[in-house]
């Protein structure tokens, strides 16, 4: 997110997040695909090391080619000045960037902190209920072993790509248009609320291919969404302490990861059905939203005080 704030004017960012947080898709396809290869041919061991030594690959590709525009050398200077095209002027001038420091503590002390911080909270989990529990839901309801399960799991993570795309191009297309940053975001996001809703009805459905496709269109809804809450970030807040408010609301949208395991097991318990959880997931992101409007009004770009270390 810090590298699409340093690299896109706003009205492309949400574009760029849309089209990058669809690959998370695109790995959760691959992995089911890769992983039981890896561990039949070399090990169970193996599929650890393996997955996990890409991170490092990835890094030491970063470090080698990641530069910030002002330091890249194929950067252009009209590239430089369309780039900050549509942005305000910066609230903080400073000499060198790279010594730059925000304290967290001060950015929780801002509303627009806490807005992109609990929307994460609340919609996260519903996309980790979708990760962990929709192939048990299909199990259970349809009756799907785990041979016959991979294409409608596949089919949901293919819509919810194209949901992540169209969710960011939604928003890119508004402000293109002439509408505010403020408008163009959040209607878009009300869009993609909206579209979650008819998962409330999947328990009900008898077709295995209905219910996938209405999982897919809230999965799909979901990535939209999220592509733009993703974007208020670097909408609210300097590109200095973009990736410290990305971290912070990854670090709700996990601690609400944690609770809605515990929610959904013990709604299964004493409900044997998935109606309870596929409520809460119908309606979170609308909750969210509003959350969102609550806090930010006017997605106000914050002013800090930026110390340098």
Known sequence: MKAIAEWFPNKERALATGIFNAGTNLGAIATPLLVPWIAVHWGWRAAFFLLGGIGFVWLALWLWVYRRPQEHS???????????????????????????????????????????????????PIWWFYLFWIPDFLQREHGLDLLHIGLPIVVIYLIADAGSVAGGWASSSMIRHGKTVNASRKLAMLICAVCVTPIVFAPKIASMWGAVLVIGLAAAAHQGFSCNLFTLSSDM?????????????????????????????????????????????????????????????????VELSVAEI
């Open 237 to 301: 807040f300097p590109t200095t302490v973009v990736a410290s408010v990305v971290g912070i609301g990854g670090m709700a949208g996990a601690v609400g990861g944690m609770l809605i395991a515990k929610i959904v097991s013990y709604f299964l318990q004493r409900t044997h059905s998935y109606a309870v959880p596929f409520v809460l997931a119908g309606s979170a992101y609308l909750i969210a939203l509003a959350t969102i409007q609550g806090l930010a009004p006017r997605l106000k770009p």
């Open 74 to 124: 194929f950067c252009s200077p009209a590239e430089l000045e369309y780039i900050a095209s549509d942005r305000a002027a910066p609230p903080v001038k400073v000499k060198n960037v790279k010594k730059i420091g925000v304290s967290w503590f001060k950015l929780l002390a801002h509303r627009q902190t806490w807005a992109f911080v609990l929307a994460k909270f609340i919609t996260d």
